[in-house]
């Protein structure tokens, strides 16, 4: 086992979070789905999260396409699913009798480490990625929801590196967002106007400006200021 690792500090880390601010038991509901996609798009590597010793990850982080290549303008599509679950089964971690599901089976305390290459089903393409895997909670003695961390080493190894103070209070920020102010906090993000955010959301701008400044208070309590920087 790993310790005192980029992956596995940065697993740590990840599992802390996603045990104090995602209820594991009602992944399924459409309201914790919709904070389960906030975390994935805080965490900076792909992210998976898998109902053990189901076959088929319950959530499946974009950024995990983008690492494989199999991004495209069908992201998301069927068609991008299967390849990327193709590429996911194909290899010994996650095949259903390969090293994924025997660790989990034999070793469910214990986390798993693993550099994977996986071969893009369009061009033949090998790439090599790092994971980290660990079972989040259990039903009885087995493993029920598995946390995964898709990167590069040269990612878990910068982001180890990084100081994470800042970082955390502004996760944790938005996980205590209501779903209207995380949607008015998005868009500022991107700086789009309040008459633009009235529209895309949709509601009056007066509403618009309450959950900004709603948001700021926030802000102000978490020890934060101004936006933060994407």
Request: net charge positive; hydrophobic share 40%; proline share 6%.
């Amino acid at each position: 086992m790993e310790t005192n690792t980029p992956r596995s500090e940065e697993l740590n880390r990840f599992s802390a979070h996603a045990l104090k601010h995602l209820a594991l038991k009602k992944l399924s509901h459409p309201k914790e789905m919709e904070r389960v996609e906030r975390f994935a798009i805080a965490v900076p590597y792909g992210l998976l999260l898998h109902p053990f010793p189901q076959r088929k990850p319950l959530f499946a982080d974009k950024k995990v396409f983008g690492l494989l290549n199999l991004l495209s303008p069908q992201a998301g599509t069927d068609e991008t699913g299967k390849a990327f679950m193709e590429a996911l089964h194909a290899t010994d971690t996650w095949r259903g009798v390969g090293k994924y599901m025997y660790h989990f089976n034999h070793f469910p305390h214990d986390d798993l480490f693993t550099s994977t290459g996986f071969t893009n089903p369009g061009n033949g393409q090998v790439i090599i990625l790092d994971t980290c895997s660990r079972a989040l909670n259990f039903s009885g003695k087995n493993p029920d929801i598995i946390l995964t961390l898709f990167g590069s080493a040269e990612l878990f190894s910068a982001q180890a590196a990084l100081p994470h103070a800042q970082a955390d209070k502004w996760l944790m920020l938005e996980m205590e967002l209501t779903p209207k102010q995380y949607m008015v906090y998005c868009y500022d993000l991107q700086l789009i106007s309040t008459f633009s955010i009235s529209e895309l959301m949709p509601c009056k701008m007066a509403t618009v400006r309450r959950h900004r400044s709603d948001i700021l208070l926030k802000v102000i309590a978490a020890g934060l200021q101004g936006v933060k920087k994407v």
